[in-house]
């Protein structure tokens, strides 16, 4: 499939693409996910795609929202590392330092515990 041109372009977390994924999986088989024949006609991608937002997505599309929502109104957080924060969903501060790495900035420990009591909060 060649790709023409991009319509638009939208952030989204793991469990939000997933959900999207399965609407377009239910538009395709006509609304039969569960039969055995939409899964035969399922293309490969899509159902790959599918399954590795369920296995690597840690929480719901509704509380991923909230989440991503509740990160960007932090000062030193940008959208996409707040959908990067809620894909992998750290416990810890050196999980938080490793997503940081590769910015120009450095977060404060005191930063670093209010990510983490947020991310408690929606767990």
Known sequence: MKVKKVISEEMMSLPELREVLISIRDQRSGGDSETETSARTMSYELRKSIDHA????????????ALVG??????????????????????????????????????????????????????
Do not use: F, W
């Not at 840690?58 to 509380?63: E, F, G, N, Q």
């Open 54 to 65: 369920d296995s690597l997505g840690k929480c719901d599309a509704v509380t991923a929202k």
């Open 70 to 123: 509740e990160l960007s109104k932090l000062e030193k957080i940008r959208p996409e590392i707040a959908c990067r924060i809620v894909n992998i969903m750290p416990e810890s501060r050196d999980e938080l330092r490793a997503i940081y790495a590769k910015e120009r900035y450095t977060l404060l420990p005191e930063d670093l515990d209010q990510i983490l009591d947020i991310l408690r909060q929606h767990a």
